[in-house]
């Protein structure tokens, strides 16, 4: 075994000692174009160092059980205050130091897992339990190795045998052959995830840059041509696919869910709704699911570059078999605009805005801001008396769509004012004379409505142009573009904030969000992240601005039907169990918990708990009468000739039936419309 370590412990440190250079290379071009691009730039100094230091401690160590507390010692007192020089003078040799310390731990790491896996486990010792909702101090020493790892795969194995009934006494009942089959299923995931870590391919090299570039803000990254290519395609409605979608069944294994009958999946004949994946190859490496994070996961199967996939599979518990697929361009059903009509004696007319998706190709007209114009018209044949526009958990996507969205629903005027990082400040406006659509408009907001989205809907805000109803948003007020490092490269690219946006008042939602006019909970409030959640988020501030805009209509009429809105609320049960759900939620998650003993009773009543909230959370419905939701005229017909859509469809249908902000949203259109 100490062969084997010092032969691999020796071929990284050559191949690490050929790839410093070139690290220190890549991290100096991200600094340059930093320094002289970025919306904030600062000094690479001993604040960058700890921020990249402690990040890439987390990323390797997440539980804090794998370096011992000598080696983390060791390293912090190498680099922690020190990694900012070693980067300004080429030396990334650092890098290599960490990783091979790394490897050791993940090596001694697996063998007491094999160690483990064929001795006793005692489930009758006294013992206890604790969860960190944070990051704790790495408190690992080498004599406690074999004790951390067995406490943490007791638990496992626990938890494991709790999950597979609601009857206790049948547990303990039956709880050698139950624990029997979950050990060596838990036991062999996990070092099969340890076997993972040490035959991947890629280094730290890429965590190291985006710790880098995430110093001076959250949304500047580092990007591979493979990572840009799978961004750039996330903004457009249309990209290769598999044609199938997946979930987590109760036993964590990843299920085949849904198969779309125009992709590639369904068309080779060979796979069903309910298969199991069991790996996944893109021809150059092959991932364990069961042993694999779910991102690694996500990135074999959505990544652009993976063009040709093989699935191994199972079904109904058989033989393991194999499907290539090759990946089609497809319509992203969850990625494009749709619309439905509310209600039949005053209709009012819904639209869904996923995402900011672009038309990339400057072709189709594929873009956002067109499909949205399309639907408008075909609502306002059926003569629409107001409209929903729905951002909620819309994260954003092209500026340049919600620019040119925002101007087809304001008359004229300015939008927002961009300023660069030489303070240099330009003015945004309207790129259309006119409206769309002239009617009264309630815009869904929450707290993954993000960016671009952001931008839209405070224009309209400030514009006395719709109603906010929902959730304040995350907070984004930056534009980011993508960059080469250099003019030679095409695979080394930086994704980099170059513009901070503000509103005409001069005032901006940066790191706060944009507030509704009516506030309403949602589910998770307490637990979403928010740009504010961001320990380098750019800081609020204003501008002084002597604009002039024109606001649709009276900010005085707004106000009103806005505090009308809130009183009608103010003891709607629906609302009120979401803060009685989310104060359960918060208790859960963020509040410190008692230590918890290692028993089967203590864990399955845990069990019990988390179950009971999470039925709680999916079957809790809305009181409100059903609301009566269907397709516009020229939809109802485009579903005669494209009856394939009509699964989602009807699903989309059934989800707005009962949707508590929209029943609200209606509410408010037909008050403002009886206020006129």
């Given at each position: 075994?100490?062969?084997?370590?010092?032969?691999?412990?020796?071929?990284t440190?050559?191949?690490?000692?050929?790839?410093?250079?070139?690290?220190?290379?890549?991290?100096?071009?991200?600094?340059?174009?930093?320094?002289?691009?970025?919306?904030?730039?600062?000094?690479?100094?001993?604040?960058?160092?700890?921020?990249v230091?402690?990040?890439?401690?987390?990323?390797?160590?997440?539980?804090?059980?794998?370096?011992?507390?000598?080696?983390?010692?060791?390293?912090?007192?190498?680099?922690?205050?020190?990694?900012?020089?070693?980067?300004?003078?080429?030396?990334?040799s650092?890098?290599?130091d960490?990783?091979?310390?790394?490897?050791?731990?993940l090596?001694?790491?697996?063998?007491?897992?094999?160690?483990?896996?064929?001795?006793?486990?005692?489930?009758?010792?006294?013992?206890?339990?604790?969860?960190?909702?944070?990051a704790?101090?790495?408190?690992?020493?080498?004599?406690?190795?074999?004790?951390?790892?067995?406490?943490?795969?007791?638990?496992?194995?626990?938890?494991?045998?709790?999950?597979?009934?609601?009857?206790?006494?049948?547990?303990?009942?039956?709880?050698?052959?139950?624990?029997?089959?979950?050990?060596?299923?838990?036991?062999?995931?996990?070092?099969?995830?340890?076997?993972?870590?040490?035959?991947?391919?890629?280094?730290?090299?890429?965590?190291?840059?985006?710790f880098?570039?995430?110093?001076?803000?959250?949304?500047?990254?580092?990007?591979?041509d493979?990572s840009?290519?799978?961004?750039?395609?996330?903004?457009?409605?249309?990209?290769?696919?598999?044609?199938?979608?997946?979930?987590?069944?109760?036993?964590?294994?990843?299920?085949?869910?849904?198969?779309?009958?125009?992709?590639?999946?369904?068309?080779?004949?060979?796979?069903?709704?309910?298969?199991q994946?069991?790996?996944?190859?893109?021809?150059?490496?092959t991932?364990?699911?069961?042993?694999?994070?779910?991102?690694?996961?996500?990135?074999?199967?959505?990544?652009?570059?993976?063009?040709?996939?093989?699935?191994?599979?199972k079904?109904?518990?058989?033989?393991?078999?194999?499907?290539?697929?090759?990946?089609?361009?497809?319509k992203?059903?969850?990625?494009?605009?749709?619309?439905?009509?509310?209600?039949?004696?005053?209709k009012?007319?819904?639209i869904?805005?996923?995402?900011?998706?672009?038309?990339?190709?400057?072709?189709?007209?594929?873009?956002?801001?067109?499909?949205?114009?399309?639907?408008?018209?075909?609502?306002?044949?059926?003569?629409?008396?107001?409209?929903?526009?729905?951002?909620?958990n819309?994260?954003?996507?092209?500026?340049?769509?919600?620019?040119?969205?925002?101007?087809?629903?304001?008359?004229?005027?300015?939008?927002?004012?961009v300023?660069?990082?030489?303070?240099?400040?330009?003015?945004?406006?309207?790129?259309?004379?006119?409206?769309?659509?002239?009617?009264p408009?309630?815009?869904?907001?929450n707290?993954?409505?993000?960016?671009?989205?952001?931008?839209?809907?405070?224009?309209?805000?400030?514009?006395?142009?719709?109603?906010?109803?929902?959730?304040?948003?995350?907070?984004?007020?930056?534009?980011?573009?993508?960059?080469?490092?250099?003019?030679?490269?095409?695979?080394?690219?930086?994704?980099?904030?170059i513009?901070?946006?503000y509103?005409?008042?001069?005032?901006s939602?940066?790191?706060?969000?944009?507030?509704?006019?009516?506030?309403?909970?949602?589910?998770?409030e307490?637990?979403?992240?928010?740009e504010?959640?961001?320990?380098?988020?750019?800081?609020?501030?204003?501008?002084?601005?002597?604009?002039?805009?024109?606001?649709?209509?009276?900010?005085?009429?707004?106000?009103?039907i806005?505090?009308?809105?809130?009183?009608?609320?103010?003891?709607?049960?629906?609302?009120?169990?979401?803060?009685?759900?989310?104060?359960?939620i918060?208790?859960?998650?963020n509040?410190?918990?008692?230590?918890?003993?290692?028993?089967?009773?203590?864990?399955?009543?845990?069990?019990?708990?988390?179950?009971?909230?999470?039925?709680?959370?999916?079957?809790?419905?809305?009181?409100?009468?059903?609301l009566?939701?269907?397709?516009?005229?020229?939809?109802?017909?485009?579903?005669?000739?494209?009856?394939?859509?009509?699964?989602?469809?009807?699903?989309?249908?059934?989800?707005?039936?009962?949707?508590?902000?929209?029943?609200?949203?209606?509410?408010?259109?037909?008050?403002?419309?009886?206020?006129?």
């Amino acid at each position: 075994m100490k062969k084997v370590l010092l032969a691999f412990l020796l071929m990284t440190n050559i191949l690490f000692s050929q790839n410093s250079d070139k690290t220190c290379e890549i991290l100096i071009k991200i600094n340059t174009l930093i320094q002289s691009e970025h919306i904030r730039p600062k000094p690479v100094d001993d604040s960058l160092s700890v921020y990249v230091f402690d990040n890439l401690m987390d990323e390797l160590d997440p539980s804090r059980n794998i370096f011992f507390k000598s080696e983390y010692d060791e390293m912090s007192k190498n680099y922690r205050l020190n990694l900012d020089d070693l980067i300004l003078k080429g030396d990334c040799s650092f890098l290599s130091d960490i990783k091979t310390k790394y490897i050791n731990g993940l090596l001694r790491t697996k063998a007491v897992l094999e160690k483990i896996q064929v001795g006793p486990i005692h489930y009758n010792t006294k013992d206890t339990i604790r969860f960190y909702k944070k990051a704790f101090t790495f408190y690992l020493k080498k004599e406690d190795l074999e004790k951390v790892w067995l406490k943490k795969i007791r638990y496992q194995i626990l938890d494991d045998i709790a999950e597979t009934s609601n009857n206790l006494d049948s547990l303990k009942l039956n709880f050698k052959s139950i624990e029997l089959q979950s050990r060596a299923i838990i036991l062999s995931n996990e070092i099969c995830r340890i076997n993972t870590l040490l035959e991947r391919k890629d280094t730290q090299q890429e965590n190291l840059y985006n710790f880098f570039c995430t110093y001076f803000d959250p949304h500047t990254a580092y990007f591979s041509d493979d990572s840009k290519s799978s961004f750039v395609a996330s903004l457009s409605k249309e990209h290769f696919s598999l044609g199938v979608s997946l979930k987590l069944n109760e036993k964590n294994e990843i299920i085949i869910e849904e198969l779309d009958p125009n992709g590639p999946a369904f068309q080779t004949g060979q796979i069903k709704k309910g298969d199991q994946i069991v790996s996944i190859s893109n021809q150059k490496e092959t991932l364990q699911v069961s042993c694999a994070s779910l991102e690694s996961v996500s990135t074999m199967i959505l990544s652009e570059s993976n063009k040709k996939i093989t699935l191994t599979l199972k079904r109904n518990s058989g033989k393991n078999f194999e499907v290539y697929i090759e990946k089609q361009i497809m319509k992203d059903e969850d990625n494009s605009v749709y619309s439905f009509i509310i209600g039949r004696d005053i209709k009012i007319g819904y639209i869904k805005i996923p995402s900011f998706y672009a038309d990339l190709d400057e072709k189709d007209r594929k873009g956002c801001a067109d499909d949205v114009a399309r639907e408008v018209m075909k609502l306002e044949r059926d003569n629409i008396k107001g409209l929903v526009i729905d951002l909620i958990n819309n994260g954003g996507g092209s500026m340049e769509e919600a620019i040119r969205l925002s101007g087809m629903f304001v008359d004229y005027g300015p939008l927002s004012i961009v300023q660069d990082n030489k303070q240099d400040r330009s003015i945004i406006n309207d790129p259309y004379r006119g409206l769309i659509y002239k009617g009264p408009i309630v815009v869904l907001i929450n707290s993954n409505t993000a960016s671009a989205s952001e931008f839209f809907a405070s224009i309209l805000q400030d514009y006395n142009r719709a109603i906010l109803l929902g959730s304040s948003t995350l907070g984004k007020a930056t534009m980011q573009t993508i960059i080469p490092l250099d003019e030679n490269t095409t695979t080394d690219f930086l994704k980099i904030s170059i513009n901070k946006f503000y509103r005409v008042t001069g005032k901006s939602h940066q790191n706060i969000g944009v507030k509704p006019d009516v506030i309403l909970p949602e589910f998770y409030e307490n637990v979403y992240q928010k740009e504010s959640n961001f320990p380098t988020a750019i800081q609020n501030d204003s501008i002084i601005t002597l604009l002039k805009y024109k606001p649709y209509i009276k900010r005085s009429l707004i106000d009103k039907i806005a505090k009308n809105s809130s009183v009608r609320l103010a003891d709607n049960y629906y609302f009120k169990q979401i803060k009685e759900i989310n104060s359960k939620i918060d208790e859960m998650i963020n509040v410190p918990k008692a230590e918890v003993p290692m028993t089967l009773k203590a864990i399955f009543e845990q069990k019990i708990n988390r179950n009971k909230l999470w039925t709680e959370i999916n079957t809790f419905n809305d009181q409100n009468n059903p609301l009566d939701v269907y397709n516009s005229t020229v939809n109802q017909f485009l579903l005669g000739v494209y009856p394939a859509e009509k699964t989602i469809n009807q699903y989309q249908i059934d989800n707005l039936k009962t949707n508590p902000y929209l029943n609200e949203a209606v509410h408010i259109i037909n008050e403002f419309n009886t206020s006129k």
